[in-house]
């Protein structure tokens, strides 16, 4: 993920022709707003929620940290992907792997990767779907020191909390059936860089080969969900382009007694997987502390591991999606 510079992004999101923002997005913006409104009358938090565990998460976090980096083509990547399958096909009654190449911009060379999604409801109908990336940084190129700037990034937050909480996650929907569809997409390729062109690599993937009866209402990404001192305001672009999601788990957090830490304030744009979903015509709200450790100084640098992850931040995360999606999405 990256900081998008100011006005380019958006201007891109309406300008792509391929598949634009049209009629078609309209409409599911117009719908999702009008479900949103619906939920006006919504106290308290859900009676009969699965109750998330963010100690669970947490060490799934550890578990991989302990893999290695999981850059492309790498021995973590590869143990973190058949751990991953394995944990998912044990709960999901549909899990896909979705493997696919990419030639980098940067230095051409080809990169092969894999989006992972799990199925709950597969017959609804009715889906959402909530997405995290699971590959990590091959360099800490936000580190001042040169030699560790070299390293790759443990990706303990940048790429584990997010996964970690979709697959806590996984367990309470195999065990208590959600009362619509609900996919988890683990993308491949967000953080290769280092140029953007480079990265998203998995989301652009999805949004480019997505048939339409799969296509989900609205998605929710996490990205960097295990900060310590948690803020999560709301990204700029999915303000823009999400309203109506932003709302749904804004409002759900705040059900839940966390307003406080999701404030309904606007934070900054941030190019991350959640852009070619909203291109592909599918409001995707984008969860993200974008101020990991003293001035963001943990973000892409070595220090992002395990004991810079909190699992009280975790498990709030995840008791948040988790009363989105037993609300009725
Ligand atoms: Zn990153």
């Keep these: 993920m990256e900081r998008s510079a100011g006005l380019a992004l958006p201007v891109a999101v309406t300008a792509v022709p391929r598949r634009p923002v049209s009629v078609r997005g309209l409409l599911f913006l117009l719908a ?29 976090v550890r578990t991989q940290v302990a893999f290695g980096p999981r850059v492309p083509g790498t021995d973590g990547h590869a143990a973190q ?28 060379d080809t990169l092969t990767l894999v989006n992972v999604r799990a199925r709950f409801q597969p017959e609804a109908t009715r889906r959402i779907l909530l997405l995290a990336h699971w590959d990590t940084r091959p360099t800490s190129d936000q580190s001042t020191d040169p030699e560790r700037a070299a390293l790759p990034v ?3 937050n940048d790429g584990g909390s997010g996964t970690a909480v979709l697959l806590a996650l996984a367990e309470l929907l195999a065990s208590a059936p959600p ?29 480019d080969t997505l048939e339409e009866d799969d296509r989900p209402i609205y998605g929710v990404l996490l990205d960097m969900v295990g900060d310590a001192d948690p803020l999560f305001p709301v990204e700029g672009i999915s303000s823009q382009f999400a309203s109506p999601v932003v709302r749904k788990v804004w409002r759900a957090a705040e059900r ?31 969860v993200i502390d974008f101020s990991y450790g003293p001035a963001n100084a ?25 009363e989105l999606i037993y609300s009725g999405g």
């Design 32 to 60: 999702a707003a009008i479900v949103s409104g619906c939920d006006d009358g919504v106290q308290g938090p859900t009676p009969g929620r699965p109750a998330f565990d963010g100690s669970l998460a947490l060490d799934l």
């Design 81 to 108: 992907l058949a751990w991953m399958l394995a944990r998912l096909d044990s709960l999901a009654p549909v899990v896909t792997a979705d493997t696919f190449t990419h030639v980098t911009t940067a230095s051409a």
């Design 154 to 156: 443990p990706g303990a």
């Design 179 to 207: 009362p619509l569809g609900v996919d988890l997409l683990f993308v491949d390729g967000e953080d290769y860089g280092p140029g953007v062109e480079d990265m998203l690599l998995g989301a652009r993937r999805y949004a």
């Design 256 to 286: 839940l007694g966390h307003a406080r830490y999701f404030p309904s304030s606007v934070g900054q744009d941030l190019t991350d997987d959640h852009v070619p979903l909203i291109q592909a015509g599918i409001p995707t709200a984008n």
């Design 298 to 322: 943990f973000w892409h640098t070595p220090d992002d591991v395990p004991s810079n992850v909190s699992a009280e931040t975790l498990g709030m995360v995840g008791e948040v999606v988790t």
